[in-house]
């Protein structure tokens, strides 16, 4: 392999993305530092074509106009692996997302690949290539970037396009193309779903064992966390951990003092937020219980959900496809829970689309034929 162009000009990059809107595909992924912050903060942008990999500094610049406008265009194809976290990197770095993707780990595991493989498990096991991961916790905002990280960031890269063109013909051969653009469309927005802030009680942990009034004041107590998070730029767990939002929705303290006495929260952070925390506990009890609150107990059904899991098997073996890929248990309860529930939308949005050609219509059928 070359080595690799780092680019840490302005007019090095014009100059450079005059050539990128004459390729058909190019491969991208990003390098970025999140340990302390919400949001992720950009460092590199690799991009990858048939005369080698780019290294885009992204500190470097003043303006990422010229590479914004190739990703928003239809054309080139961009080719990344894993590609959701790359949105929100790309997002932040050149002001958007770009358009016409091939995700590289989706593509993988409708050719029979595996499910959610890593990049470098990937190109092992497609082009039979070792890559280390010597610089994996690297520090990418420190400058100046040595020659092993240099190395690494455009490793990250090279292999996409080869990739690319080996996955694009198995999906052809296995008429799965339409499957994989509607799979990254819902992949999308299922991730523009999980940015909502007043849905942030999805992410904590042991949130099921609540009773259906403290869960009323757990999603507050979340949404409230994440909007902090996201205007002081720090992770949930440097605000508050899932562990004490726990604790605040199911001991409901009325004071500072008490609040200072719960576990797993410093006195800085008792005084910090402790108007925001002890009003919410004060409006939780004239809040209102949303049927988030109250989720339908499943364990009647645990023969329905294990003959459901059977047939996703059956299928997904049929298919060489990763029974995750095909359903998840999450969505299994998500199909069933509308099914028991007498939803007005029987289907979820995970069983549209393709699935709907394989598997939705046969696990309604179970479900139907255990109801009887």
């Known amino acids: 392999m070359s080595p690799p162009t780092l680019i840490q000009s302005d007019s090095e990059l014009r100059r450079i993305c005059v050539r990128w809107r004459q390729a058909q595909a190019i491969g991208i992924d990003t390098e970025f530092v999140r340990e302390r912050t919400f949001f992720p903060r950009p460092a590199l942008i690799q991009v990858a074509d048939a005369a080698g990999v780019v290294l885009i500094d992204v500190t470097a ?3 990422l106009t010229p590479l914004a406008e190739i990703l928003a265009a239809s054309a080139p194809l961009k080719v990344m692996h894993a590609f959701s976290e790359d949105l929100e990197v ?47 916790r690297s520090d990418w905002l420190k400058r100046p970037l040595s020659a092993a990280q240099l190395r690494y960031a455009a490793l990250d890269a090279s292999y996409l396009l080869p990739m690319y063109e080996k996955l694009d013909a198995d999906l052809e051969h296995l008429g799965r193309r339409d499957w994989l653009e509607e799979e990254e469309k819902y992949v999308r927005r299922a991730r523009e779903r999980d940015r909502r802030p007043e849905l942030a ?33 720090r992770p949930r767990r440097h605000v508050l951990a899932d562990s004490v939002l726990v604790e605040i929705a199911t001991s409901r303290p009325q004071s500072v003092e008490a609040l200072r006495a719960l576990d797993g929260i410093s006195d800085r952070a008792a005084s910090r937020y402790a108007n925001a925390i002890l009003s919410r506990v004060d409006s939780a009890a004239e809040s209102k219980i949303s049927e988030a ?13 294990k003959q459901l899991k059977r047939r996703v098997k059956e299928e997904a073996a049929r298919l060489n496809l990763a029974p995750e890929l095909l359903a998840n248990r999450r969505a299994l309860e998500s199909l069933l829970l509308a099914s028991v529930e007498h939803s007005r939308d029987p289907v979820p949005p995970e069983f549209l689309g393709w699935r709907s ?13 255990f109801k009887r």
């Not at 016409?100 to 993988?108: K, S």
């Not at 609150?293 to 959900?305: F, Q, S």
């Open 90 to 136: 790309l997002a932040i770095a050149v002001g958007c997302e770009p358009d016409a993707v091939f995700d590289t780990q989706l593509a993988g595991a409708f050719s029979g690949h595996g499910y959610s493989l890593g990049y470098r498990s990937l190109v092992e096991a497609m082009l039979g290539i070792f890559l280390d991961k010597g610089e994996t």
């Open 293 to 305: 609150d109250t989720p339908t107990d499943l364990r009647p059904y645990a023969g329905t959900m």
């Open 61 to 63: 610049l003043e303006s």
């Open 357 to 369: 050609e394989v598997i939705t219509g046969t696990l309604l059928e179970c479900i139907q034929g």
């Open 201 to 233: 009680y999805l992410k904590v942990k042991d949130r099921q064992r609540l009773n259906p009034e403290d869960h009323a004041l757990l999603r507050a107590l979340a949404e409230w966390r994440e909007r902090e998070a996201m205007t002081r730029d």
